[in-house]
């Protein structure tokens, strides 16, 4: 008979083992969907993890992975500051949107103006437009404890309107014969994200994604806020007699995670997407909660996760194209990822003992 | 800057060039917004591949990635589709327009054809249907069917295509009907089967018995089902599982022809930019079977409608035609020019509400 035993400490080898093990998992699962789907599980293994990577076109997807992986690592290590702490912000989303909102409505307004004060304006707009929206949670929570997932979940809708609207109406290129969309920031040079070295794919997105790893680094483990926060989370009650001020840490998270995440948003319309339109944000703030947890909450694990999930996404077309992959099967492997990696968890806080019969 | 932007353009075309020869069938790309299964707008475009697969075989290969967002990830499914050696790209949602453009620029030997948008290049060419010959059919049947004068209108998106639905439908079912009144909804989504189903059912409580839809699935005709006495039109697709009743009739978009004609211009070497708008008469418009559930005569009326559209004997927008607001549009006999109907963004008269701005 097997029996779960708790363990008296989380073990910190399998904390860090789980991620690999999950991959590997994933790749064993997912190979067999693939088998059933009657493609060689090897081939499609090989085009989603090496194509993009080592392939003849290597020299294309590598900056790709970066383009991808940036808003993601940027998103994910603003959540993983409040999840840390027990405060989850689910809405990301949202914030993402209204960032790239602001950002690129604030870029637009000097349209045509040139000037060096344009970018750095739009990424304060950018920054301050994913606090604000996630400031809206915050605070409810705060005064009037409601529940920081719920709100900050159901005000992704709320962005997702605002969105459709701003696309249809306020910032709606003029030029654009009518059709939903702003500006091509791209063609619009003092407000375009651009690579700062061609064919790189580092833009300013990619650089703020680095600088937030190491920020996140320095504040988790050399800093008293990243002590409250970890303390927090991990001992609520010590956390309160020490004189952590809880309401103070769920302003800090999710104003963090909110300026985070819009930024990414800043970043991704003034850069690689170009526009504001209807169906600008393609889920990098869903997304990013798995690579946060993928990432077991740590700056540097978020880093290697998001680019693990840049590369699935990546290698997932590649196979679609090459090889015949439905969209769906890429996906459901996608998820598999997530969900074995949750399963596996078990075996950092529990042991699985063959106890004989009887006995337990 | 300028050197390094010029040598990675360089080794991307190069890099083309090599593959691009190594075998001398032709490939050809598709890009989808949705799910090659979403039975309707996606699901037309994948049946257009299949057909260019059956007609050329072993001549032509071709590959698509399905539910691309529309952005940065699309421009690289283009972008590597053109890597990997195709000869022509069909980018097949409005919102790949810049993505066609920047990706049309570094890869000059490959064809591109975007639907739907108005940006062209010397190798991307523009292409898109007049549904609106299918919305006057259909509004022609509606005004006639309803007995409660209230046709319910899902809309997606307020953009120039869609107002241009509306109105085709609505001066066509006036026509037949002059006391017929349109509640529009806007969805803001081409694809939802939960907020399509929604938006069908608030309009069926608003006393609506017909639904005409601008959105791709199946989920208003199976609300109207569900209501008992509810017409509807397929959209995009046949959706002949929801015939004779509520489907009395659809619009199929059947893009076939332009795939096999535009696949065999690049065969030999013919291809050239251009902006193609097609409409019943060319066959990228069809109007799919008017159930039996349409009256003999009204259904005679609607066919003799469709065959002067084809023939080119009549317009969809023919004048007297006044805005909503009241002042002249069309004059007694004045037909509507394209470049007006492109950019459409406002409503006939006698339709009520606004255009979301």
């Known amino acids: 008979m097997i029996v779960l035993e708790k363990r008296p400490q989380p073990s910190r080898a399998w904390s860090l083992m789980t991620p690999v093990v999950a991959v590997v998992i ?3 699962a997912g190979g067999l969907l693939f088998a059933a789907l009657g493609k060689n599980p090897a081939e499609a293994i090989g085009t989603i993890f090496w194509e993009p990577l080592f392939g003849e076109y290597a020299f294309f997807y590598r900056p790709q992975l970066l383009v991808k992986g940036a808003p993601l690592v940027l998103i994910a290590i603003g959540l993983s500051l409040g999840f840390r702490a027990g405060i989850w912000n689910i809405g990301a989303e949202g914030q993402y949107i209204v960032g790239a909102i602001c950002g690129a409505g604030a870029g637009l307004a000097f349209y045509p103006m040139e000037s060096v004060f344009i970018f750095p ?3 304060l707009a950018g920054a301050l437009g994913g606090w604000c929206w996630a400031m809206i949670p915050a605070l409810l929570k705060v005064k009037f404890g409601t529940n920081e997932i719920l709100v900050s979940l159901m005000l992704v809708y709320v962005a997702e309107q605002l969105l459709a609207s701003v696309s249809l109406g306020l910032l709606k290129n003029p030029q654009g014969f009518g059709f939903p969309g702003s500006r091509n920031l791209q063609s619009y040079e003092s407000a375009f994200n651009a690579e700062l070295i061609e064919g790189s794919g580092m833009h300013w997105g990619v650089v703020a994604a680095f600088i937030a790893v190491i920020l996140s680094y320095v504040l988790l483990n050399k800093h008293i806020l990243g002590f409250n926060i970890r303390l927090t989370g991990e001992a609520p009650r010590a956390a309160r007699f020490g004189g952590v001020n809880p309401t103070r840490l769920i302003l800090f998270c999710l104003g963090m995670s909110g300026m985070l995440a819009g930024l990414a948003g800043m970043f991704e319309a003034s850069g690689p997407a170009g526009q504001i339109s209807i169906d600008f944000n393609v889920g990098y703030g869903f997304t990013a909660i798995i ?11 978020i880093l290697l996760a998001g680019l693990l999930m840049a590369l699935t996404y990546i290698g997932g077309e590649i196979a679609q194209s090459n090889l015949g992959l439905p969209a769906a099967a890429i996906q459901v492997f996608q998820g598999m990822l997530l969900f074995f990696l949750l399963a596996l968890d078990l075996l950092t806080n529990f042991r699985i003992r063959f106890a004989a019969k009887g006995a337990a | 800057m300028k050197l390094t932007k010029l040598l990675a353009t360089a080794a991307v075309a190069l890099g083309l060039a090599s593959t691009a020869m190594a075998d001398d069938k032709t490939k050809v790309g598709f890009v989808f917004v949705g799910p090659v299964g979403d039975g309707g707008w996606t699901y037309e475009h994948n049946k257009g591949r299949l057909a260019v697969e059956e007609k050329f075989g072993d001549k032509v290969e071709t590959v698509f990635v399905e539910s691309v967002p529309e952005g940065p990830d699309a421009e690289r499914v283009m972008t590597q589709m ?8 069909f980018t097949t949602s409005f919102g790949y327009m810049d993505p066609t453009i920047n990706v049309a620029k570094k890869f000059p030997k490959v064809k591109f054809e975007h639907a739907t948008g108005y940006k062209q290049a010397p190798n991307v060419s523009v292409y898109s249907a ?8 259909q509004g022609h049947i509606a005004g006639q069917m309803t007995k409660s004068n209230v046709i319910g209108y899902i809309g997606s998106y307020p953009i120039p295509e869609v107002i241009r639905g509306i109105n085709s439908a609505f001066v066509h079912a006036r026509a037949v009907n002059p006391d017929v009144q349109f509640k529009i909804i806007w969805a803001y989504t081409w ?4 907020k399509e189903a929604d938006a069908a059912k608030v309009l069926i409580e608003q006393g609506a018995d017909v639904i005409l839809q601008h959105t791709d699935s199946t989920a208003p005709q ?10 509807t039109f397929g959209q995009a697709s046949d959706m002949s599982e929801y015939a004779p009743f509520p489907r009395v009739s659809s619009i199929i978009d059947d893009w076939a022809p332009y795939y096999i004609a535009r696949t065999q211009a690049v065969m030999d070497g013919s291809w050239e930019s251009a902006n193609t708008w097609h409409g019943i008469g060319d066959g990228m418009v069809g109007i799919g079977e008017i159930s039996d559930a349409v009256p003999a005569e009204i259904k005679a009326s609607a066919l003799q409608l469709k065959a002067k559209l ?9 004048g007297p035609l006044n805005k909503q607001d009241g002042s002249a549009w069309l004059a007694d006999g004045e037909t509507a020019d394209d470049g007006t109907l492109a950019g459409m963004g406002f409503y006939v008269e006698g339709l009520e509400g606004d255009v979301p701005q």
């Open chain 1, 26 to 28: 994933t790749m064993i």
């Open chain 1, 121 to 123: 304006l739009m990424v």
């Open chain 1, 291 to 301: 690579v946060a947890f993928l990432g077991r909450l740590h700056p540097v694990g």
């Open chain 2, 82 to 89: 053109a890597l990997d050696g195709a000869d022509l790209i």
């Open chain 2, 130 to 137: 007049r549904f609106y010959e299918g919305r006057a059919v």
């Open chain 2, 191 to 194: 694809f939802d089967p939960a």
């Open chain 2, 222 to 231: 199976a609300a109207a089902q569900a209501a008992g006495n509810v017409v």
């Open chain 2, 310 to 318: 084809a023939s080119g004997e009549y317009h969809a927008f023919t």
